[in-house]
């Protein structure tokens, strides 16, 4: 048998470098070729530096033989780590015969810089044109002499705003760095090894400047949220063959200038003069003798954390696939996709000529631009020609949400090859696939795929096109299992968690936006609306489902440890606001667009109560918090009861007699067994009245398949998925979406737009149906007693016009598939794959139903009928 260890990880990274955590999880997974292959022990060996390990010295840690069958989040015990320490680490394992695999390969982590007292750098900016409304983007450099060979640099890199940075005229790191924090709280560090960017003598940084979310336009909170003006950054560790070491850092010895990005604004788009482009200006030599020097900022509270997001980068590029020339001489693109990101252009034309990209979602029944959704937001990017030929250009701190392009000034005749779409997003690597017999559902999941790389850009935001896109929690909360099955979301989710954590408020509340901009002290957009944040139901509550999502998806304990206070908080505070244990508003978003039903706030409010008590306690006893979830539990029986007592009626009608008030008393636990009858009957009673249609909005739809699933109306679910008529998911692709729309109405063949105050085109809320195709459709389900799918429940469920159904999840052990299809005389197949160091509990549908406990390995089940 071939046994080996592979895909060797430290906190989730390969290879990862500037961390702050002093005792690092490890992760790897087994490749075996045989059926049933589980391990028994492993053996970590741990060094300072790759020569001792090979020699066999594990001088941090040696942890001998540990009869454990973990292969996931196995904590670092050995010695203290070291600032800016390197670490290099292999690990073999024994699998439940007693067979020895060989050594993984050598993978390794670096520490960043673990002591405030170790940043010597100064902040350095610009300082601001006070005639422009829009700043220009401040150009930083500095020079440097390398005169000895150099073993490591590892330059550490943040911002007040967002950076480019440059060696030597290339561009290094990632997009929109250091991402969305609270920054009066803390800010992400980038770690980026530049060790092979250096040459021997001259050598030279160049820094971009952006406001980005610290000094930009944040949603509708306006400008300047945080800070003035950006501010930047940087300390080099370089670390010299012969022993030496030296630093390179911002301060007083930089100089600054303007440039050509006139402004550069997240919202409002970008303005680029290339006439007053500085060439050469990142690179040795460069004349910087009339640039200023930079302003040097005091200081700054905050925390200096590493970076936990995944990057922000240019996953894909796409071309467009038509292109119509307009009657007013503009040309209207088609990228075919509505993509977030940005457009790349190439132009050629005489010195001053401006030409305009503008981006839109959809078009106007006349073919122009629909833009009127757009509100303040302004999504159009202006390049003025330098004339010299060929040039090309694509935008720098801004992104837009689109599908069209309207290119307007343009010089000549443009063709499909003059633009190119950047489609950027933070860069969480496809774990989920899935694909069926139904070309519309098969759309409905790309849709779905395409509203979550559009909208997970450092936070999760709710829009990317609009002057809002901010990180609202209830529509993370309930779109976090989706998210977490179709891409690898462990550190964004984690550091969102922290997100939410730092803007909660001292009574316990979770704000309904994270991070929270000033959104609890925006008293103008709230005064007007007559909402209470920052405690609203089902938005608040995230701060108790997304840590258990991630527990659930990947088994990350230390998430709940870190962040139990808060939950607890938010339960205290919760329990604090009710009238003997019923919660008398507090939903002030109800059930968000819901259509055709008004979900009553005080049955919302109570029910997600419940919901956050009862994974609270559930949280308690992971935690082996024995008292605890024992109070918890019994506080949840109490809601229950308090919440059947107030709202369910003798004939178990629940008050509103929404669909969604159904689900949610059904899915969170709050019934007793006859009203679990009574509460389904009256919900597939209202989905049939309608026309077999759905009413729910952002908090009912996510629970509302399985609701119907879980309770035997399978067949009800699967008519609602595939409904073609209004309002269902099907009607907005019929009508050709290819992201998931903001509410069920953004158009209508009655009514067409729905009001251009809020009408996203790309918002993924009403995705959260995604968790149920992978958990009842394909059947990959995990299970809490054994999170992280280190034991896999496989339970699909066929139903509809499907006649085959093939998914895929590649999970912290590997990669975990399904695949089964009926005939239309009965016979049902079912395959499955589960990967080495899980188990399985395959549940094989039929006339007879089966069940099979089983370990790792393909496994194939045929001729099963599926006829009564």
Same mark, same amino acid.
């Given at each position: 048998?071939?046994?080996?260890?592979?895909?060797?990880?430290?906190?989730?990274?390969?290879?990862?470098?500037?961390?702050?955590?002093?005792?690092?999880?490890?992760?790897?997974?087994?490749?075996?070729?045989?059926?049933?292959?589980?391990?028994?022990?492993?053996?970590?060996?741990?060094?300072?530096?790759?020569?001792?390990?090979?020699?066999?010295?594990?001088?941090?840690?040696?942890?001998?033989?540990?009869?454990?069958?973990?292969?996931?989040?196995?904590?670092?015990?050995?010695?203290?780590?070291?600032?800016?320490?390197?670490?290099?680490?292999?690990?073999?394992?024994?699998?439940?015969?007693?067979?020895?695999?060989?050594?993984?390969?050598?993978?390794?982590?670096?520490?960043?810089?673990?002591?405030?007292?170790?940043?010597?750098?100064?902040?350095?900016?610009?300082?601001?044109?006070?005639?422009?409304?829009?700043?220009?983007?401040?150009?930083?450099?500095?020079?440097?002499?390398?005169?000895?060979?150099?073993?490591?640099?590892?330059?550490?890199?943040?911002?007040?705003?967002?950076?480019?940075?440059?060696?030597?005229?290339?561009?290094?790191?990632?997009?929109?760095?250091?991402?969305?924090?609270?920054?009066?709280?803390?800010?992400?560090?980038?770690?980026?090894?530049?060790?092979?960017?250096?040459?021997?003598?001259?050598?030279?940084?160049?820094?971009?400047?952006?406001?980005?979310?610290?000094?930009?336009?944040?949603?509708?909170?306006?400008?300047?949220?945080?800070?003035?003006?950006?501010?930047?950054?940087?300390?080099?560790?370089?670390?010299?063959?012969?022993?030496?070491?030296?630093?390179?850092?911002?301060?007083?010895?930089?100089?600054?200038?303007?440039?050509?990005?006139?402004?550069?604004?997240?919202?409002?788009?970008?303005?680029?003069?290339?006439?007053?482009?500085?060439?050469?200006?990142?690179?040795?030599?460069?004349?910087?003798?009339?640039?200023?020097?930079?302003?040097?900022?005091?200081?700054?509270?905050?925390?200096?954390?590493?970076?936990?997001?995944?990057?922000?980068?240019?996953?894909?590029?796409?071309?467009?696939?038509?292109?119509?020339?307009?009657?007013?001489?503009?040309?209207?693109?088609?990228?075919?996709?509505?993509?977030?990101?940005?457009?790349?252009?190439?132009?050629?034309?005489?010195?001053?000529?401006?030409?305009?990209?503008?981006?839109?979602?959809?078009? *106007?029944?006349?073919?122009?631009?629909?833009?009127? *959704?757009?509100?303040?937001?302004?999504?159009?990017?202006?390049?003025?020609?330098?004339?010299?030929?060929?040039?090309?250009?694509?935008?720098?701190?801004?992104?837009?949400?689109?599908?069209?392009?309207?290119?307007?000034?343009?010089?000549?005749?443009?063709?499909?090859?003059?633009?190119?779409?950047?489609?950027?997003?933070?860069?969480?690597?496809?774990?989920?696939?899935?694909?069926?017999?139904?070309?519309?559902?098969?759309?409905?999941?790309?849709?779905?795929?395409?509203?979550?790389?559009?909208?997970?850009?450092?936070?999760?935001?709710?829009?990317?096109?609009?002057?809002?896109?901010?990180?609202?929690?209830?529509?993370?909360?309930?779109?976090?299992?989706?998210?977490?099955?179709?891409?690898?979301?462990?550190?964004?989710?984690?550091?969102?968690?922290?997100?939410?954590?730092?803007?909660?408020?001292?009574?316990?509340?979770?704000?309904?936006?994270?991070?929270?901009?000033?959104?609890?002290?925006?008293?103008?957009? *709230?005064?007007?609306?007559?909402?209470?944040?920052?405690?609203?139901?089902?938005?608040?509550?995230?701060? !108790?489902?997304?840590?258990?999502?991630?527990?659930?998806?990947?088994?990350?304990?230390?998430?709940?440890?870190?962040?139990?206070?808060?939950?607890?908080?938010?339960?205290?505070?919760?329990?604090?606001?009710?009238?003997?244990?019923?919660?008398?508003?507090?939903?002030?978003?109800?059930?968000?667009?819901?259509?055709?039903?008004?979900?009553?706030?005080?049955?919302?409010?109570?029910?997600?109560?419940?919901?956050?008590?009862?994974?609270?306690?559930?949280?308690?006893?992971?935690?082996?918090?024995?008292?605890?979830?024992?109070?918890?539990?019994?506080?949840?029986?109490?809601?229950?009861?308090?919440?059947?007592?107030?709202?369910?009626?003798?004939?178990?009608?629940?008050?509103?007699?929404?669909?969604? !008030?159904?689900?949610?008393?059904?899915?969170?636990?709050?019934?007793?067994?006859?009203?679990?009858?009574?509460?389904?009957?009256?919900?597939?009673?209202?989905?049939?009245?309608?026309?077999?249609?759905?009413?729910?909005?952002?908090?009912?739809?996510?629970?509302?398949?399985?609701?119907?699933?879980?309770?035997?109306?399978?067949?009800?679910?699967?008519?609602?998925?595939?409904?073609?008529?209004?309002?269902?998911?099907?009607?907005?692709?019929?009508?050709?979406?290819?992201?998931?729309?903001?509410?069920?109405?953004?158009?209508?063949?009655?009514?067409?737009?729905?009001?251009?105050?809020?009408?996203?085109?790309?918002?993924?809320?009403?995705?959260?149906?995604?968790?149920?195709?992978?958990?009842?459709?394909?059947?990959?389900?995990?299970?809490?007693?054994?999170?992280?799918?280190?034991?896999?429940?496989?339970?699909?469920?066929?139903?509809? *016009?499907?006649?085959?159904?093939?998914?895929?999840?590649?999970?912290?052990?590997?990669?975990?598939?399904?695949?089964?299809?009926?005939?239309?005389?009965?016979?049902?197949?079912?395959?499955?794959?589960?990967?080495?160091?899980?188990?399985?509990?395959?549940?094989?549908?039929?006339?007879?139903?089966?069940?099979?406990?089983?370990?790792?390995?393909?496994?194939?089940?045929?001729?099963?009928?599926?006829?009564?």
């Amino acid at each position: 048998m071939t046994l080996l260890v592979a895909a060797c990880k430290t906190e989730y990274l390969t290879n990862p470098i500037g961390l702050d955590v002093l005792k690092p999880r490890l992760f790897w997974q087994l490749r075996a070729d045989n059926r049933g292959v589980e391990q028994s022990a492993y053996h970590i060996m741990v060094a300072s530096s790759r020569e001792k390990l090979e020699d066999g010295q594990a001088d941090m840690w040696d942890s001998g033989k540990v009869d454990s069958n973990a292969s996931t989040h196995v904590q670092y015990e050995g010695k203290p780590l070291q600032s800016q320490g390197e670490y290099y680490w292999k690990v073999r394992i024994w699998d439940g015969a007693g067979e020895v695999s060989a050594w993984s390969e050598t993978a390794f982590w670096m520490m960043g810089m673990l002591s405030r007292g170790e940043w010597k750098a100064q902040w350095i900016g610009r300082k601001s044109e006070p005639e422009a409304l829009l700043q220009p983007s401040p150009f930083l450099r500095k020079s440097f002499e390398i005169g000895k060979k150099v073993r490591r640099a590892i330059a550490y890199a943040t911002a007040l705003g967002v950076y480019d940075l440059h060696l030597n005229g290339e561009r290094i790191g990632d997009r929109f760095a250091p991402g969305w924090t609270d920054y009066n709280t803390r800010v992400q560090v980038q770690a980026v090894d530049i060790t092979e960017k250096l040459t021997a003598g001259d050598n030279a940084f160049g820094v971009i400047l952006g406001d980005g979310w610290y000094a930009g336009t944040v949603g509708f909170l306006g400008d300047k949220v945080y800070g003035e003006r950006p501010f930047f950054l940087m300390q080099v560790s370089l670390d010299y063959e012969d022993g030496t070491k030296e630093s390179i850092m911002t301060d007083r010895s930089w100089t600054t200038s303007r440039g050509p990005i006139q402004y550069s604004d997240m919202i409002k788009g970008e303005a680029y003069d290339a006439r007053e482009e500085l060439t050469g200006w990142h690179e040795p030599g460069y004349d910087d003798s009339s640039w200023e020097a930079p302003d040097v900022r005091s200081g700054y509270n905050g925390l200096l954390v590493a970076a936990v997001e995944p990057p922000i980068r240019i996953t894909q590029t796409l071309k467009p696939i038509s292109l119509k020339k307009t009657a007013t001489g503009t040309y209207i693109y088609d990228m075919g996709q509505n993509m977030v990101g940005w457009t790349a252009v190439k132009v050629q034309g005489e010195r001053g000529t401006m030409i305009t990209l503008s981006h839109a979602e959809i078009l *106007n029944p006349d073919g122009t631009l629909y833009v009127d *959704n757009l509100r303040e937001a302004c999504q159009q990017d202006h390049y003025i020609l330098k004339g010299e030929g060929q040039e090309s250009y694509e935008p720098h701190f801004t992104f837009h949400g689109f599908r069209y392009v309207e290119l307007i000034g343009y010089p000549g005749e443009p063709d499909l090859d003059t633009i190119t779409g950047k489609v950027v997003h933070s860069d969480t690597p496809v774990t989920g696939k899935l694909e069926t017999s139904d070309a519309m559902v098969n759309q409905l999941y790309s849709n779905i795929t395409w509203g979550q790389r559009g909208n997970f850009l450092s936070v999760p935001t709710d829009c990317p096109q609009r002057d809002e896109r901010l990180g609202w929690t209830g529509d993370a909360q309930i779109f976090a299992r989706t998210a977490a099955y179709n891409m690898d979301v462990s550190r964004f989710f984690s550091k969102y968690v922290w997100d939410m954590v730092d803007c909660q408020q001292p009574s316990g509340a979770f704000t309904d936006v994270a991070p929270d901009a000033g959104w609890i002290r925006h008293k103008n957009w *709230n005064t007007r609306l007559n909402w209470f944040a920052p405690d609203n139901s089902g938005w608040g509550d995230a701060g !108790v489902i997304i840590p258990w999502t991630l527990y659930l998806m990947y088994g990350d304990k230390r998430v709940l440890e870190t962040h139990y206070e808060a939950m607890v908080k938010w339960v205290h505070y919760l329990k604090n606001t009710t009238d003997e244990l019923v919660r008398p508003g507090y939903a002030n978003y109800a059930d968000w667009l819901s259509i055709g039903a008004d979900t009553p706030n005080e049955v919302l409010a109570t029910a997600y109560f419940a919901y956050s008590t009862k994974l609270l306690a559930q949280v308690a006893g992971v935690l082996g918090k024995t008292e605890d979830a024992s109070q918890y539990q019994a506080l949840f029986d109490d809601i229950a009861e308090a919440f059947r007592n107030a709202f369910v009626a003798e004939d178990g009608r629940i008050h509103g007699d929404t669909q969604t !008030v159904y689900v949610l008393a059904l899915q969170f636990g709050l019934l007793t067994k006859e009203q679990r009858k009574q509460a389904l009957e009256r919900l597939v009673a209202d989905i049939h009245g309608r026309g077999d249609r759905l009413s729910t909005g952002f908090l009912g739809v996510g629970y509302l398949l399985p609701a119907l699933t879980d309770n035997g109306s399978l067949d009800v679910a699967y008519k609602l998925l595939t409904q073609e008529a209004f309002p269902s998911w099907m009607y907005s692709i019929k009508h050709g979406a290819t992201t998931i729309w903001e509410r069920w109405d953004g158009w209508t063949e009655e009514q067409g737009f729905q009001t251009p105050s809020m009408n996203s085109f790309n918002h993924y809320s009403l995705g959260s149906v995604g968790e149920w195709m992978f958990r009842y459709m394909a059947g990959i389900e995990a299970d809490p007693e054994a999170p992280g799918f280190q034991h896999v429940i496989i339970s699909p469920k066929p139903g509809g *016009n499907l006649s085959w159904v093939k998914a895929s999840y590649e999970s912290l052990y590997g990669c975990i598939k399904v695949e089964w299809s009926r005939s239309d005389e009965g016979d049902f197949r079912l395959q499955v794959e589960v990967p080495a160091n899980t188990t399985a509990t395959i549940h094989v549908p039929g006339q007879t139903s089966s069940v099979h406990k089983v370990g790792s390995g393909s496994y194939v089940f045929e001729n099963v009928s599926m006829l009564n």
